[in-house]
């Protein structure tokens, strides 16, 4: 551990994260140090760290260690989710759909959970079909909520099938068909990719990292 707190002292970001993770849970001072924890892990997520960004969520939602603010949690949130982080983007989604903390959005909604569906996540999938449903026009999208509705019936676990199941009733009895087209498969959804941007204080030697959209590509956001 005292060689892990070093490297984080040197500004390694990995072990700046594994000993946030050692303060929360108490094996550096004896006692939990949530405050030490979050600063830490706040530094990582700063730095890029994918799983410092969501749990720095986690934190922020709930008032861990800092005071609770919802809309930074979900730019946490946010910054993991556009990166494939499943958890992080389940939570996301699901700010977006109640409109805690940012305002009700589905296109984000929907480009987010994008993202881990096309991994061949099964919750993405759900999201994905969700968001649709709930945004303008879902009838312009049939195809592609009923090809999401049929991937999660198929790869997922009972929970997700006894809940998708009745939803799949009532989005035929509202759809002009009962199927997508054999051959149909959604677009690819290409998602800008991240671009993490490193600078070194001459003086300090501090090192400072902001993960940002990176627009130079052909992607759709």
Known sequence: MALVQQAAQLGDVVATYTTATLYAAG???????????????????????????????????????????????YAAFQSAAERGHLYATIMAWDMLNSGN?????????YRLSRVVAAQGEVYG??????????????????????????????????NIRNSVGPMREKVVAAFRKANAPPQYVPRVYRACPMKTVCLVDHYSGARQCTTNKDYWHDCDG
């Not at 649709?132 to 909520?145: A, I, S, T």
Request: aromatic fraction near 8%.
């Open 27 to 73: 094996y550096i001072n004896g006692q939990k140090d949530q405050t030490t924890a979050y600063t830490m892990i706040k530094r990582a997520a700063d730095a890029g760290h994918i799983d410092a960004a969501y749990r720095s969520g986690i934190y922020l939602m709930n008032g861990i260690g800092t005071r609770k603010d919802n809309r930074a949690a």
């Open 101 to 109: 903390g940012v305002r009700q959005n589905w296109d984000e909604a």
């Open 125 to 158: 999938a759900v999201m994905a079909a969700s968001s649709l449903l709930q945004g303008k026009r879902p009838q312009d999208h049939e195809d592609e909520v009923l090809y999401w509705v049929d991937l999660a019936l198929r790869n997922g676990d009972t």
